[in-house]
């Protein structure tokens, strides 16, 4: 029997649905208001955008399957980034490391094209209705100054240096690296047709502050001049940005934009480089604390506020398109949790209730800083033949989906504006900023409307890898301007759109049936918690009663 010492109360839903709780829970009910008359700028689809150095994976069956995945969660077309396009070699694929053998030179030093390891990669997105963000690198083994050793060996736990080999050095002759970059994109345009190739991006290189450049700063600019050159010959009308430094590169970021908007130009002699977007990278950092996995949310989006301050000293680039290159919680998607124990938050709840708080930080920090961001690329893939669940940076295992991507699809279910939503559990921006999200777990809200719908994303968030008991959650919507509305609740947590625990409870098999891998498939899609239901709106508001644990993600969809 229930002690006569507690109290009990009902909160009514706007219809005759209610949830009780002790008055204990009550009092430790997290509180989320939500006014869809409020408008705070466009829903921009931020997250629509991801990358992997592997662009061999693109074409493999695993690779088509998540392709085609990520095309339909998104309303927009997506866009891709990979490295090693222009890399030489048979076109394997192994970790950190892919070719298209797109240039070689015959015995009088001429170039030879080949087109079709290039091709069928960029044929899969345009199939599915998604976009290029095409990096122009790395350096084809014919153009390299230094080609030998030029494949790497690299494997995670070896250090990182390992695999700057000769792709990773300047051309030995800029003009035929311009020329290179003419002849892809006129052939581009070719085949895909000139309205198609417009609504591209490309981009100069990789990290150019860090190992993977083997020059100079101004070696950089250079190579940068020539790839804008050959590619405006091709296209006048392409759209060229660079220079996706890595964290802690804000002096060679500023130094390319002076050179972009001030200096002269190494191939026309004239002041100034296009420059149609501009783009860096922001990590985090987790490690492990007492036998425990600690994020650090902070120093990714430090990462951000730093390079948005760069940009904005430059009032010319007020307009200029950003895109955050490579936007993640760590920096080497390859490196496993074997060979890495702080990268054991991947497979589970942790990454997505992670990727929920991050994303809506990105959003945040525009418009704290009127940042003109488009675009986050996740450096979030899949891998191919290696083990379940192994505890790389991915989007899926074995062709079954991890809790992460489903966080892609909730955001897929959000358009319009974003509009008015506060939590009192949410931690201040300045506060993250300052020392992360370590006290109490943060339940923080994003929400957005758009004709006859509405989206808000709730999420239950800490920096520590640890579980815990739901924490009651009322969320108010205000605004509703609708005589009823029907409501479908998205989750993911351990026992929704989670194909990691699922496998678990099967005994972690590393040879799964085909029935097996059919349950892990079905677990792995985004779930509902509760039928859809249509409630009666009164006086403009709806409201919601859940039960949120620690690293759950809910999305309440409203549609009338």
């Known amino acids: 029997m229930l002690k006569s010492s507690i109290r009990f109360v009902c909160l009514f839903m706007t219809v005759s649905v209610y949830n009780c709780y002790s008055q204990t829970a009550l009092d430790k009910t997290t509180r989320i208001t939500v006014n869809l008359a409020k408008e705070k700028g ?11 150095d592997e662009p061999n994976y693109t074409y493999m069956k695993d690779g088509k399957k998540l392709l085609s995945e990520i095309a339909a969660l998104s309303p927009t077309p997506v866009y891709v980034r990979a490295h090693n396009l222009l890399t030489s070699g048979d076109g394997t694929a192994a970790l950190k490391w892919g070719s298209t053998n797109i240039y070689t030179e015959d015995a009088n030093g001429n170039p030879v094209y080949n087109y079709k390891l290039v091709d069928s990669i960029f044929d ?37 240096r390992n695999i700057e080999t000769g792709w990773a050095h300047p051309p030995k002759d800029y003009k035929k690296w311009g020329d290179l970059v003419y002849n892809w994109a006129k052939h581009c345009v070719e085949r895909y047709g000139k309205k198609e190739v417009e609504s591209w991006y490309w981009q100069v290189w990789n990290e150019p502050n860090s190992d993977y450049w083997k020059g100079t700063q101004q070696e950089f600019n250079k190579l940068y001049d020539y790839a804008a050159d050959g590619l405006k010959r091709a296209l006048p009308t392409a ?33 100034g480089s296009p420059l149609d977007v501009v783009l860096f990278h922001a990590k985090g950092s987790p490690r492990v604390v007492n036998g425990v996995v600690r994020m650090d949310v902070r120093r990714q989006l430090k990462d951000i506020v ?29 490196c496993g949790m074997s060979t890495n124990p702080e990268n054991a938050y991947r497979n589970g ?42 505890g790389f940076r991915d989007l899926a295992t ?70 815990d008991s739901a924490n009651p959650t009322q969320v108010t919507i205000n605004g509703v301007l609708a005589k009823k509305v029907k409501i479908t609740h998205y989750r993911i947590d351990n026992e929704h759109s989670n194909s990691y625990e699922a496998w678990k409870k099967m005994g972690a098999p590393q040879n799964p049936t085909n029935e097996q891998i059919a349950i892990l498939e079905k677990a792995g899609a985004l779930q509902t ?32």
């Open 398 to 467: 074995n062709g079954v989906d991890k809790p992460v991507l489903n966080v892609f699809r909730m955001y897929g279910l959000m358009s319009g504006n974003r509009v008015e939503a506060e939590s009192d559990r949410m931690y201040p921006l300045k506060t993250v900023l300052d020392s992360s999200i370590r006290g109490k777990s943060e339940i923080g809200v994003l929400a957005s409307k758009d004709k006859k719908t509405a989206s808000v994303m709730v999420w239950n968030y800490h920096d520590d890898d640890k579980q």
């Open 239 to 271: 759209k060229i940005g660079g220079c996706n430094i890595t964290g802690g590169g804000m002096k060679f970021l500023n130094a390319f934009l002076k050179h972009c908007l001030q200096d002269t130009n190494y191939v026309t002699g004239k002041i």
């Open 529 to 560: 918690l509760t039928t859809p239901k249509t409630l009666t709106v009164k006086a403009g508001t709806v409201i919601v009663n859940m039960a949120l644990p620690r690293q759950g993600v809910s999305l309440l969809k409203l549609d009338w």
């Open 306 to 334: 730093n390079n948005f301050k760069i940009i904005a000293a430059y009032p010319q680039l007020k307009d200029v398109p950003i895109v955050i290159g490579e936007s993640d919680p760590e920096g080497c998607a390859a």
């Open 349 to 390: 709840t942790m990454f997505s209730s992670y990727t929920a708080a991050s994303f809506a930080r990105h959003y945040e920090l525009a418009d704290t800083y009127k940042a003109n961001l488009i675009g986050a690329v996740s450096w979030s893939f899949e891998f191919e033949n290696q083990p379940w669940f192994a």
């Open 124 to 160: 899969i997105y345009i199939q599915r209705g998604m976009k290029p963000l095409a990096q122009i690198g790395f350096m084809p083994e014919a153009l390299s100054i230094k080609p030998q050793p030029y494949q790497h060996s690299w494997k995670p736990g070896v250090s990182y």
């Open 42 to 52: 466009p829903m921009t689809p931020l997250w629509a955008w991801f990358g992997y």
